[in-house]
């Protein structure tokens, strides 16, 4: 990637569009480990119709974590590979954007946490109405804050061939960096399972 767009886009929290300037949350999320490691094999759910290769192209990165997932996450998950497929992107902006909302939000369309909320930041991927990401209304729509994300991921030089921490990083710019790494393996086989559905 160019590195004088990444330290703009680093030095200035965001990522210039259309319609105002955006940029990424504080991941909200502290509690959760960074990781760090060597890529290691990765084992994705059968479903025909699906790249597996085109999934985690390079291997996940260190320690994965998984939760399980209620009827709500599912279907956020299910609208964010929706929205990925109207934005016209592959399968994997689906793994990457499903890898951020896990950390940022455990695939939940958060609203005002009080005390809890990091700052304003809101819905799946903990997105900022004051940092220009949106109104509350559109930032907890699951399809406008996917498109929102994915907007900023395409502005990423390289983003497809960037390890999924780095592409999830560069657009979110969170305290946490490298946490996005331990969900890109449940993040691969939720789309695996779902975009063909």
């Known amino acids: 990637m160019n590195t004088i767009f990444r330290k703009s886009v680093l030095g200035v929290a965001g990522l210039a569009f259309a319609g105002g300037v955006f940029a990424g949350p504080i991941a909200a999320h502290a ?81 005002h946490l009080g005390d809890k909320n990091d700052h304003d930041s809101l819905g799946l991927f903990q997105q900022r109405p004051s940092s220009g990401w949106g109104t509350p209304e559109q930032i907890t729509d699951p399809e406008y804050s996917t498109l929102a994300f994915e907007k900023g991921l395409k502005q990423v030089d390289g983003w497809q061939d960037m390890p999924l921490t780095e592409a999830a990083q560069t657009v979110q710019v969170s305290a946490y960096p490298d946490a996005y790494a331990q969900w890109e393996q449940q993040a691969a086989d939720i789309v695996a399972q779902h975009w063909n559905s």
């Open 31 to 111: 509690d959760a480990p960074a990781v760090a490691g060597k890529p290691v094999a990765a084992v994705q759910a059968d479903k025909p119709g699906v790249d597996k290769a085109k999934l985690i192209p390079h291997g996940v990165q260190g320690a994965q974590s998984r939760i399980d997932l209620n009827d709500e996450q599912v279907a956020n998950a299910k609208a964010i590979i929706a929205a990925t497929k109207k934005a016209g992107l592959p399968e994997r902006a689906a793994v990457i954007s499903i890898a951020t909302s896990l950390q940022e939000s455990k695939l939940e369309n958060l609203g």
